[in-house]
């Protein structure tokens, strides 16, 4: 018995040219992002496996065949509304059936999710509702990939949230701030994120680490006014931090501006540092952990064109992160 070879997938492809599964979904398609060399060398690559028809076009034209969802909360938020920019680089060019499912709450997600078994031939949680186990979503009996977190026993892409928290605290700890606070806002449904929580116990290991108490924290409700909420809170209270991680930027941008407005000032009074790398963070100069949310959408994308394929389930991709360090942490010579 004579076993059928396996055609080469975009796994094969990726490791060929030295690059992730992303990338050669967006060389493949036509999506920009890619050098014309580099994009070169993937088609010629493809087409070399059989991947492509050697007189395809310099991309790949076939239509996609099966149906994408993705379940987000709020598209306006920077973070998901990346991620949905990055699904949309990929799955858009490439002809695939896409409808985005928008629930703000976990519990409203988690309801959609459990709707789409007869919508979708693969769905992409962005990010995984918290209330939902891995088993659960399993016996669901469709194909799911997670976006922006990293879940055990799933297909999924992020980053990782403790190591964020410990690398911002950590800055500031090897700065020569000992007063911290770490800030989050619960979600819609007033229980925290997961990336908040992880967040904070990375911030919790940093501080126990170097001998310094963890436990100044401030958890507002989810909201537009949620940094303004926190930074307000700290003002009521008997002293400030030296410092704040704040669990994302737009968290930090409001608390820059209601402590500007109480005549605190950043860094000087208290400084402050953020997660994401959002626009408005160069703008008011705010030291921040970058991530790159648009980059994780593309990935998540490229595993839901693999599996649609019939390529199996992909193994979950980690993000790397990096600080970056601007006006809003910058220590006086004396304090």
């Known amino acids: 018995m004579v076993a059928e070879r396996r055609q080469p997938g975009m796994a094969e492809i990726a490791a060929a040219a030295g690059v992730a599964v992303s990338t050669v979904s967006r060389a493949l398609s036509g999506s920009r992002g890619v050098s014309s060399a580099k994009r070169a060398e993937i088609l010629a690559l493809a087409r070399k496996a059989g991947y492509l028809a050697a007189d395809a076009g310099p991309t790949l034209r076939h239509t996609v065949r099966g149906r994408v969802a993705a379940v987000i909360p709020e598209p306006d938020r920077w973070v998901f509304g990346s991620m949905?920019?990055?699904?949309?680089?990929?799955?858009?060019?490439?002809?695939?059936?896409?409808?985005?499912?928008?629930?703000?709450?976990?519990?409203?997600?988690?309801?959609?999710?459990?709707?789409?078994?007869?919508?979708?031939?693969?769905?992409?949680?962005?990010?995984?509702?918290?209330?939902?186990?891995?088993?659960?979503?399993?016996?669901?009996?469709?194909?799911?990939?997670?976006?922006?977190?990293?879940?055990?026993?799933?297909?999924?892409?992020?980053?990782?949230?403790?190591?964020?928290?410990?690398?911002?605290?950590?800055?500031?700890?090897?700065?020569?701030?000992?007063?911290?606070?770490?800030?989050?806002?619960?979600?819609?449904?007033g229980t925290p994120g997961q990336a908040s929580a992880l967040r904070g116990r990375g911030f919790a290991s940093s501080m126990e680490r170097a001998g310094l108490d963890p436990s100044w924290r401030v958890q507002v409700p989810f909201g537009p006014s949620a940094g303004r909420d926190a930074a307000e809170m700290l003002l009521a209270g008997d002293r400030l931090p030296e410092a704040v991680v704040a669990v994302s930027d737009e968290m930090a941008a409001g608390m820059m501006a209601a402590f500007r407005s109480a005549g605190v000032t950043v860094p000087d009074d208290v400084a402050i540092i953020g997660v994401d790398d959002h626009p408005v963070a160069d703008l008011m100069g705010l030291t921040t952990i970058a991530q790159p949310a648009r980059e994780q959408g593309r990935a998540a994308a490229a595993m839901a064109l693999r599996i649609l394929a019939g390529e199996g389930t992909p193994a979950s991709e980690t993000f790397g992160t990096r600080l970056v360090i601007r006006n809003s942490t910058t220590r006086r010579a004396s304090r």
């Open 84 to 189: 949905l920019a990055g699904l949309h680089d990929v799955l858009t060019p490439m002809g695939a059936s896409f409808t985005v499912y928008q629930g703000l709450s976990a519990a409203e997600r988690a309801k959609i999710f459990g709707s789409l078994p007869r919508r979708a031939d693969v769905v992409i949680l962005v990010p995984m509702p918290s209330g939902l186990s891995a088993s659960s979503v399993g016996s669901l009996g469709i194909p799911v990939v997670i976006a922006g977190a990293i879940v055990d026993g799933l297909c999924s892409v992020g980053i990782d949230d403790v190591a964020v928290g410990q690398k911002a605290t950590n800055y500031l700890i090897n700065t020569g701030y000992r007063h911290l606070a770490f800030i989050s806002s619960t979600d819609h449904d």
